[in-house]
C-alpha cells in the first residue's frame, strides 16, 4: 500500500471541502492496482503562528510513522511525495464506500478549475464513538469528558466509548502532542477498525495536547498499551527504523521531545491529565 501510495499516478478528483488547508480527494493508480486517497499539498497549507510553516504534510508523514512503527496502528498509510501541486502528504481513504459521494456532479470547480467535492460522507459523527449528548442519552459504559450547555441553555455531554481502539488512539496523541484531536478525526474503517487523521499539528516543542479522549485522564495503562510504550521507548531512543523515520521527517529537538514525552508515560504508566494553563479541548469537538 505504501507502494502504491508512494510512486502511483495521482489523479485529482475533488477538492474537500470544509479542510483549513487544501485537502483533495485523488485517485492513486499503480500497475492497475487503485485507491481513493486525501492529498495535501505542503503549497495548500496555512501559516500558523505555533508551527514552522510547510511542515504540516511533514507531520501527517511523521504521525504514520510513529503509529506504524510503534504497533499502535491508529493511522492510514501515509506517504510524502510529489504530486500535481507539489510535495504533500498522501493518505489512503479509510472509507473507501464513500468514495462517490464525496465528488460533486460534471462541471462544478473550485479554486485553480479543480473539480469542487461535497463533503464526503464518515459514516458516524465520531465514528459512534465520541458524541456530543443530552445526560440522560449517554451510554452507561461511556467515558465523560465534559458537562456544557447548548444554544438554549439544556445540558450536554461530551463523551466516548471506552473502546480499545480509542485507547490506542488516546495513547500515540500524547506521544504526538497531537493538539488537533476532535471527534470527526476519529474514522471507522470498512472491517471496524477505527483510524485518527489529520495530523499536521503534532511534534510541537510545547507541551500542546488536546482533544475529545479526555475520559482515560490519570487512569493507568493497562499492560499491552504499557508494553508498547516500552518498545517505543526503546526505539525512540536508539539507532532504530522510526528514529531514522522521525529524523527525516522532524527537526531533531521535536525528535528528543518526542522521545521525552514516551518515556515520561512509561515512567509514570498512566494517561496524562488535562493541564490547567491550557484549552485542553478543541473547539468545536466534531
Known amino acids: 500500500m505504501l507502494q502504491l501510495l508512494a510512486e502511483g499516478e ?3 478528483q475533488g477538492r474537500i471541502t470544509g479542510a483549513s488547508n487544501a485537502t483533495l480527494y485523488v485517485a492513486v493508480t499503480l500497475d492497475g492496482v487503485s485507491t481513493g486517497a486525501v492529498y495535501k499539498p505542503i503549497s495548500g497549507e496555512k501559516p500558523l503562528w505555533d508551527f514552522p510553516s510547510g511542515t504540516l504534510g511533514l507531520r501527517e508523514t511523521a504521525s504514520y510513522a510513529l503509529s506504524a512503527y510503534s504497533g499502535l496502528d491508529v493511522v492510514p498509510p501515509t506517504a510524502l511525495r510529489d504530486g500535481p501541486f ?3 502528504s498522501v493518505q489512503l481513504w479509510v472509507n473507501a464506500s464513500a468514495q462517490d ?3 460533486a456532479g460534471e ?3 473550485g479554486l485553480g478549475g479543480l473539480p469542487l467535492a461535497v463533503e464526503p460522507l464518515m459514516g458516524e459523527p465520531g465514528a459512534g464513538v465520541v ?3 443530552p445526560p440522560a442519552a449517554v451510554p452507561g459504559d461511556w467515558k465523560q469528558v465534559l458537562v456544557a450547555e447548548d444554544a438554549v441553555g439544556d445540558p450536554i455531554v ?3 466509548a471506552d473502546d480499545p481502539g480509542l485507547r490506542r488512539l488516546a495513547l500515540f496523541d500524547a506521544v504526538a502532542n497531537n493538539t488537533d484531536r476532535k471527534g470527526g478525526h476519529i474514522l471507522r474503517g470498512a472491517h471496524g477498525r477505527l483510524f485518527g487523521v489529520d495530523h499536521g499539528l503534532t511534534f510541537n516543542l510545547d507541551d500542546k495536547l488536546r ?3 479526555w475520559g482515560w485522564a490519570g487512569e493507568p495503562l493497562d499492560d499491552e498499551l504499557a508494553e508498547l510504550l516500552g518498545r517505543l521507548v526503546t526505539d525512540l531512543s536508539g539507532d532504530s527504523e522510526l528514529h531514522t523515520a522521525l529524523s527525516g521527517l522532524l527537526e531533531a529537538d521535536e525528535v528528543h521531545r518526542t522521545a521525552r514525552r514516551a ?5 509514570r504508566r498512566r494517561f496524562p491529565k488535562p493541564p490547567g494553563d491550557w484549552h485542553a479541548i478543541p473547539w468545536p469537538p466534531f
Open 131 to 133: 458524541d456530543v449528548l
Open 101 to 103: 459521494e464525496a465528488v
Open 211 to 213: 482533544t475529545v479522549l
Open 263 to 267: 518515556a515520561q508515560l512509561l515512567r
Open 107 to 109: 462541471g462544478a470547480t
Open 86 to 88: 507539489g510535495p504533500g
Open 10 to 12: 495521482i489523479d485529482v
Open 158 to 160: 461530551l463523551a466516548h
